[in-house]
C-alpha cells in the first residue's frame, strides 16, 4: 500500500507565503516523477510544477518565478515553496507521484487527498 499526503494549505494574504508538503509511505522502492496540480472551484484541474527523480523541474508559466518544487529522497517527501502568492492562485492542491512498489508490477500514479490554499485578504 501507498499514500500520499500533502499538508501545509491555509489561509494567507496577497504577497505571502506558504510551503506545501506531498508526503509519500508505504512498500516504496522508487518515486519518479512527482507533480503539483491545482483545482480552482468551477476550473479543471492544472498541472502546477513537476520535478523528476532527476530533479530535473517545469513550472506553469502562471506560477514561474514564484513557485518552486524540490524533493527530498530520503524523506520521500516533495515541496512546494509558494511564495507572492495571489489570490488566483486559491485552489486544492494535489500531488500526484509515479511510485513502484512492493507487490505491484511496474510503476503506477498515486494522488493525494489535497490541501486547500485560499489567498484573500
Known amino acids: 500500500q501507498v499514500q500520499l499526503v500533502e499538508s501545509g494549505g491555509g489561509l494567507v494574504q496577497p504577497g505571502g507565503s506558504l510551503r506545501l508538503s506531498c508526503a509519500a509511505s508505504?512498500?516504496?522502492?522508487?518515486?519518479?516523477?512527482v507533480d503539483w496540480y491545482r483545482q480552482a472551484p468551477g476550473k479543471e484541474r492544472e498541472l502546477v510544477a513537476g520535478?523528476?527523480?532527476?530533479?530535473?523541474?517545469k513550472y506553469a508559466d502562471s506560477v514561474k518565478g514564484r513557485f518552486t518544487i524540490s524533493r527530498d529522497n530520503a524523506k520521500n517527501t516533495v515541496y512546494l515553496q509558494m511564495n507572492s502568492l495571489k489570490p488566483e492562485d486559491t485552489a486544492a492542491y494535489y500531488c500526484k507521484a509515479h511510485i513502484l512498489s512492493l507487490g505491484i508490477s511496474g510503476p503506477r500514479n498515486y494522488w493525494g487527498q489535497g490541501t486547500q490554499v485560499t489567498v484573500s485578504s
Open positions: 508505504g512498500s516504496i522502492l522508487s518515486i519518479n516523477a
Open positions: 520535478i523528476t527523480s532527476g530533479g530535473d523541474t
